[in-house]
């Protein structure tokens, strides 16, 4: 198994992030309304139990689904926020509160990612898609330095 960039030892530190980010700014930019606006609900959203649908998420926030994964995906990215995803009985967002929750979250996202690679390649032909993982191996690599 491979180290994961995030650890769960500690609750302590993820409070800790939670109020960098809220209270302090801490990120890459500072942090949009509604991304606060959906850091203050997920807050009290610790662990895939208690996982908020992300049409609820919408409503709360007079908005829609696409919006919410968009405001996800810079939490996660760009302020460090480890926001998870449930498609268990429990389905929604949630703040990843253990490292089997980080691993079921990335399992859902690898699939959703061999699932698109394989549709770039279906319409872009095998050329394409060998191009496509060159430029991701590229990204990676720059991200890393």
Avoid at 16 to 21: C, D, E, G, K, Q
């Amino acid at each position: 198994m491979s180290t994961l960039p995030l650890q769960f030892d500690d609750q302590d530190k993820l409070e800790a992030r939670l109020r960098a980010v809220l209270d302090k700014g801490e990120g890459t930019y500072p942090l949009p309304d509604d991304c606060r606006k959906l850091l203050r609900i997920l807050r009290f959203k610790r662990g895939a139990h208690t996982a908020i649908r992300g049409h609820e998420l919408a409503q709360r926030l007079k908005t829609n689904d696409r919006e919410i994964k968009a405001l996800v995906k810079q939490l996660t990215e760009d302020f460090g926020i480890p926001v998870g995803i449930s498609r268990a009985e429990t389905p929604g967002y949630f703040l990843i509160e253990s490292a089997e929750e980080l691993q079921k979250t990335l399992a859902i996202y690898a699939s959703q990612a061999k699932s698109m690679f394989r549709r770039c390649r279906a319409l872009g032909g095998t050329e394409y898609a060998e191009e496509l993982l060159g430029q991701l191996r590229m990204d990676d690599q720059e991200k890393s330095v």
